[in-house]
């Protein structure tokens, strides 16, 4: 690429596109200025037809002087009579708009280039996009799973329906409508499948749906009883819930309002949060919360103003034998309390116990664990015996009760889940190889914005995700590089990529400087500001943390070194940056700048980055150069010599453009400047030289005695054994006065 830089070729395409666009907003006078330049630029082939070039190159023989003079060289059209088939398409629509043979309503029939004022009515079979909605009131109707519930509720003032009461409108599962988007586009006799069987979003889920001669609304995902222990945490849902609304009041542009579904399950209105979940549904009742305009009531009085959506595509002679199943009231579950406040306090908390691992009971035979189960009568322990005994003896294996391990493991999940014991509900979902859901579209939102995703375990090998995956493929990724070596990381990571998926779409700024995200060093940087807090907590009490409070504490490790600045040591600091992989914004445009002055390339341990053909192949912006530099220090071990290193080449970068005639001899050998300038370190302060270089990690970067400055004195003796650019020092510099 660098054969290129400062080069521009010129693409016709753009005068068509300006001629358009002159059409469509009426201004005559740009239409006759791109038409006359348009017209200048066609070619007539051997036939003497007219058509558009695709690009106009410049000579290789003009190459340098049109760098020195940008536009001065006349440039040349595509070599032969090649149509380039978007250009013709594109050029043929202009000359019919310009001949008035077609129309600019027949070209954008939905008028989008229209403000939405002036637009017509959509049709209000199907729903429309509307412009900027500065009123916009979320609809919330609270719906109860029974009766019971409901009759409980109403002790408390608030005022729900049950599904009975809502007929003859039907509430769907979200997983219920997927199963009918799964029907939209498809074609066996063209081979198509229709949409895959991926979650609906809370956007989705907000509109009325007419399926098949029936009226239906979905409650949100938020609510969908899931195989992953996640949904089970009642503070989580209550967050997950007040981040649907803020999602919904910012991002809704539909005609007509949302409509959220918030189904009240009997297991939210037990344990230490039910009163939270009442507080939260009184705040509702007053209209407005945190910020939000609200407006709850019974559902029959929602749906003039809802937005109505029609599945027409279900309505054919091949699927009039489709099923679905809605939602009904359950009056099945055991209800054994009168209020709220009576199961306030039936959570167990955790054991005092010594902890266990798994690992201690690695040496017990089959048969001796089989006997431990029998008697056993703590949760930690059953859970770490029956993971032993299911990966020795697999799924279908039967304890001394008859029970297979399997349904043992499930049940004693359950009962930890209820019972608060997130360390064991991971251990035994990571047994079962669980998956949360939508992982795969979380994970395809984090590449979305531009973040590479690596999963596996800090300090052994990882694999790197730079495009959407299936959910059976990272499941499988995840089982193979965080299982072996810590079966709870391959579920705490799903909570992880869900959390941070949401993060990156609601405050982005929180991975400014973030190119990738390494899920196992992520993982260490959570562990090390839990020891940082707590300083008697154990290291694996991450894995006892709720999935409520991992979601909390990657916020927290997120933002604490700028939130908690003054607060936090050096070395705090440098070690949490390393972890997370931040860089400063202008990191990589620096390694370019160091790369064209170091004709030997730059060395990081076993990692090389060449110079040639890295800066003749790549630009100093592309998104591949910044990647190649991550490839080349994702292989150092510790994340504060990591820092170290991201601080040097800030300083090797500054050097340079402050001296341009210097360089590096040949080889920039990033270990070796590190050692130097440790060992500079240490003789000034008297220290005989050792591997432990904790003294230089905490030292500040700025200062007389900082970091930057032996860095600095590192990186100019290495500069000082280097060439001098002769092109670089003019004769003028070099006189004696």
Not at 284 to 298: A, D, I, T, W, Y
Request: charged share 25%.
């Amino acid at each position: 690429m660098v054969n290129f830089d400062g080069i521009e070729c010129e693409w016709p395409i753009w005068f068509v596109y300006m001629i358009i666009n002159g059409i469509f907003l009426n201004k005559r006078e740009q239409v006759e200025e791109y038409k006359q330049a348009l017209e200048s630029i066609l070619m007539k082939d051997s036939k003497g037809e007219i058509y558009m070039p695709h690009y106009y190159y410049v000579p290789r023989d003009y190459l340098e002087d049109e760098r020195k003079t940008p536009g001065s060289t006349e440039k040349r059209p595509m070599p032969g009579e090649v149509r380039h088939l978007w250009d013709q398409a594109v050029y043929a629509i202009c000359q019919m708009m310009l001949d008035d043979v077609l129309k600019v309503a027949e070209l954008d029939p939905i008028r989008r280039y229209l403000r939405p004022s002036e637009r017509p009515k959509p049709n209000q079979r199907y729903s429309a996009f509307q412009g900027y909605v500065s009123d916009l009131a979320v609809q919330v109707v609270l719906v109860s799973e029974s009766v019971r519930l409901q009759q409980l509720l109403a002790t408390y003032g608030i005022r729900t329906q049950t599904p009975h009461q809502i007929e003859p409108i039907q509430i769907w599962p979200p997983s219920e409508l997927v199963k009918a988007y799964s029907y939209l586009g498809a074609s066996p006799k063209l081979g198509l499948t229709g949409r895959p069987l991926r979650p609906i979003g809370v956007l989705g889920t907000s509109k009325i749906y007419k399926i098949m001669g029936k009226t239906v609304l979905c409650y949100p995902i938020t609510f969908e009883i899931s195989d992953f222990y996640m949904s089970q945490d009642m503070h989580l849902l209550l967050d997950d819930i007040k981040s649907d609304l803020v999602f919904l009041s910012k991002c809704w542009k539909l005609h007509g309002r949302p409509i959220y579904v918030l189904l009240i399950r009997e297991e939210m209105a037990r344990g230490e949060n039910a009163m939270n979940m009442l507080t939260m549904l009184a705040a509702f009742k007053h209209g407005e919360f945190e910020n939000m305009r609200l407006q709850v009531g019974r559902l029959q009085s929602m749906i003039s103003s809802g937005c109505i959506e029609h599945l027409d595509f279900l309505d054919t002679e091949d699927l009039k034998e489709l099923q679905f199943v809605a939602y009904a009231d359950d009056d099945t579950k055991s209800f054994l309390y009168k209020s709220l406040t009576d199961v306030s306090q039936i959570v167990l908390m955790p054991s005092e116990e010594s902890p266990s691992s798994f690992r201690d009971f690695e040496k017990h035979s089959t048969q001796e664990l089989t006997a431990l189960t029998a008697d056993c009568d703590s949760v930690e322990v059953m859970s770490n015996l029956l993971f032993v005994i299911r990966q020795r003896e697999g799924p279908n294996f039967r304890l001394t009760d008859g029970t297979y391990v399997d349904n043992q493991i499930e049940k004693l999940t359950r009962h930890a889940a209820k019972t608060r014991k997130w360390s064991v509900v991971r251990l035994c979902s990571s047994a079962l190889s669980k998956v949360v859901d939508s992982l795969a579209p979380s994970l395809a939102g984090l590449l979305v914005k531009g973040r590479h995703i690596t999963i596996g375990v800090f300090g052994k090998s990882e694999y790197e995700i730079s495009e959407p995956i299936r959910p059976n493929e990272a499941k499988e990724i995840l089982y193979s590089y965080c299982f072996p070596y810590e079966p709870q990381e391959a579920v705490l990571q799903q909570e992880m990529i869900i959390h941070l998926a949401t993060y990156c779409y609601t405050e982005p700024q929180l991975f400014d400087g973030i190119l990738k995200v390494r899920l196992g060093w992520f993982v260490q940087a959570m562990k090390i500001e839990l020891q940082n807090r707590f300083m008697d907590l154990p290291v694996h009490s991450l894995f006892s943390l709720s999935p409520y409070e991992v979601k909390q504490l990657i916020y927290y490790v997120l933002t604490c070194n700028q939130a908690e600045a003054e607060t936090r040591t050096i070395y705090q600091k440098r070690i949490l940056d390393g972890a997370l992989n931040r860089v400063p914004l202008d990191f990589y445009e620096c390694v370019w700048h160091i790369l064209e002055r170091t004709p030997g390339g730059i060395k990081c341990g076993a990692n090389f980055l060449p110079q040639q053909p890295t800066l003749y192949d790549m630009t100093m912006y592309e998104l591949k150069f910044s990647l190649k530099v991550e490839e080349m220090l994702s292989r150092i071990a510790l994340p504060e010599y990591r820092q170290i290193v991201v601080e040097l080449f800030m300083v090797a970068s500054m050097i340079l453009r402050r001296n341009p005639e210097l360089q590096f001899a040949d080889q920039l050998d990033i270990e070796k400047v590190i050692m130097e300038a440790f060992e500079l370190y240490a003789k000034d302060n008297g220290l005989k030289p050792s591997a432990d270089m904790m003294p230089f990690y905490s030292l500040p970067a700025i200062g007389k005695n900082g970091t930057v400055a032996y860095l600095a004195r590192a990186c100019f003796n290495s500069l000082l054994t280097g060439d001098i650019l002769k092109q670089s020092v003019s004769n003028e510099s070099c006189r004696l006065s």
